[in-house]
């Protein structure tokens, strides 16, 4: 039989669609895996907040640490060359990103005055001047130079000093300094750094 | 197509033909296996879950058990099941066990899926969904022996654990594996974490007393690349339902490896004959019309 050049034409495209509805996709299929998002992030080796395990943590920030670029944190996990944890984390240290990107975080010094019933915003400045001024006048008030059989004692039993898991051993050598100089014995923290 | 893809596939569901690239590459199977017996259901790597794959928050349920919500759902891919069980002389214990995908060699979900490349099996055993080709049928719950694949009704697409294939494509392990702070979670191949959870299952048999302990890999499915080393190996139920065989309804592999090939092949034929009838028999012409017999009376009306 006689096939002409236009129904050789119209052929071969009815054919085409067809193999293209029925599913011939000569494409090859595109299956690939979502991008890592930490792949390119700072990662920054910090401390666990919470317990005094103290474990090793790395945080993820966006961006190279470029000038025009606001570092923001993405996500946090254990840091594996890290001697305590090796890498594992418990619950709470595993989602410190909510911690660290939360809107109750507290980001400034705040005070509740004797008497007050709500928390106020300070300053720095302001803080660490009432914090030496309450500390000058408490120690004035009830330092304690000799015991009841009259030795040199010297010592303030009125503060105590207490610090977080995150303090580091340079840290926690000048708090020893500073608080022994003024006299305390109440000196604690749970930090095992 | 010029990226390289980080992880070979070995099936797509609902593809017809093969598989494009496979075989091209030598790939390790990988495997989770999870040590029931050392969990102390701390929920790290429920968490660890959610930070990683960056999954929103909703308000979770108690139903008299530490267990964060009754089962895994859309935003909640990793779940520690809890369940007290009484043994034989009266002492208690507590079975710690954390469902998530169990990454099946034969998977029912890639099974029963009838989109293109919706569910992708990677040549390292990672079951993964690509809610791109999603279409929201839900036939992939139904399919899935364990429960695991679920609908988010505002996406109406299924999401489910990746085995953090993003992670482990490029060379890291699974979110979960790393936060587990008892290390009753492992990973790596999967002939070396069988070899590990073999020998586990032997100390347990052996020093720890637990006779029965033993690897949960069902065979019914052609394994799990992800395993389990259970106290009691043989009543796998008792770890909040934990299927013993584990099976793919009939009805979708006889859909997808019977009645589907032949409906494409009648379909293609088909299409095929028509093709050919219109090139060798050309178009419908118009027939010279042909006025209709008279038809004949019934034969036994006459005799009434």
Known sequence: ????????????????????VFGFDAAPLLAQTQGLKISRTTETRSTCPYCSVSCGVIIHTIGDKA??????????????????????????????????????????????????????????????????????????????????????????????????????????????????????????????? | MTERRTLQTEQISGHPGPVPGMGMQRNLEVCKLIDATTCIGCKACEVACVEWNDLPFQPTTFDNTYQTMPETNWNYWNLIKFREHQREDGTLMWLMRKDQCMHCADPGCLAACPADGAIVKYANGIVDF??????????????????????????????????????????????CIKACPTGCLHFGTKEDMKMLAETRAKQLRDVSGFKDAGVYDPESIGGTHVIYVLHDAKNPELYSGLPKDPSIPFAYKAWKSIFKPLGLIGATLG???????YVFEGPKREQPEVPPPKPEPPAGRKEL
């Open chain 1, 1 to 20: 039989m006689e096939v002409s050049r236009r129904t050789f034409f119209k052929a071969g495209l009815l054919g085409g669609v067809g193999l293209t």
């Open chain 1, 67 to 193: 000038k025009n670029v606001t570092p923001q944190v993405v996500h946090v996990e254990g840091d594996p060359d890290h001697p305590i944890n090796r890498g594992t984390l418990c619950p709470k240290g595993s989602s410190l990103q909510q911690d660290i990107m939360n809107e109750r975080r507290l980001t400034k010094p705040q005070v509740r005055r004797p008497g007050s019933t709500k928390w106020e915003d300070i300053s720095w400045d302001q803080a660490i001047s009432d914090i030496a001024r309450l500390v000058k006048k408490t120690r004035d008030d009830t330092f304690i130079a000799t015991d009841s059989e009259g030795r040199t004692v010297n010592r303030l039993e009125s503060i105590a000093f207490t610090g977080g898991c995150t303090d580091t051993n340079e840290f926690n050598f000048l708090v020893v300094k500073t608080m022994r100089s003024l006299g305390l014995t109440y000196i604690e923290n749970q930090a095992r750094v």
């Open chain 2, 130 to 175: 690509h809610q791109e080709n999603c279409i929201g049928c839900e036939f992939c719950v139904s399919g899935c022996p364990f429960n695991i694949p679920k609908f988010n009704p505002a996406t109406k697409k299924v999401y489910k654990c990746t085995l953090c294939s993003d992670r482990v494509g490029q060379g890291l392990e699974p979110a």
């Open chain 2, 271 to 277: 299409f095929v004959g028509v093709v050919f009838h």
